[in-house]
């Protein structure tokens, strides 16, 4: 119901935009977030956005490189990352949590994102 896509390989210093769109029902009233995990660590937060997109939330190693926005037309939200690290280098996953709820309850496939030093 949430597919990942448009990650790669790219430089240190560079950009990436992976997208994450829902299929199958919607997800315009819910928190959208983005979460990694990079290899032998544990998945960690990255950012979430509200339902109206006027709300977001950043882990603190992120704000300032990292945008979330979604676009609830084409049931989708987009993680801009720019000036990346090697440290940034994860499997990104996208999740939705239902307004009233606790936990985030879909899950997407996760995409890669490699970054060469």
């Known amino acids: 119901q949430l597919q990942a896509s448009g990650g790669g390989l790219v430089q240190a210093g560079g950009s990436l935009r992976p997208s994450c769109a829902a299929s199958g029902r919607t997800f315009s009233n819910y928190f959208l977030g983005w979460f990694r995990q990079a290899p032998g660590k544990e998945r960690k937060f990255v950012a979430a956005i509200n339902w109206s997109g006027g709300t977001t939330y950043y882990a603190d190693s992120m704000k300032g490189r990292f945008t979330i926005s979604r676009d609830n037309a084409k049931n989708t939200v987009y993680l801009e990352m720019n000036n990346l690290k090697p440290e940034n280098t994860a499997v990104y996953y996208c999740?939705?949590?239902?307004?009233?709820?606790?936990?985030?309850?879909?899950w997407g496939q996760g995409t890669l994102v490699t970054v060469s030093s």
């Open positions: 999740a939705a949590r239902h307004p009233e709820g606790t936990d985030y309850a879909y």
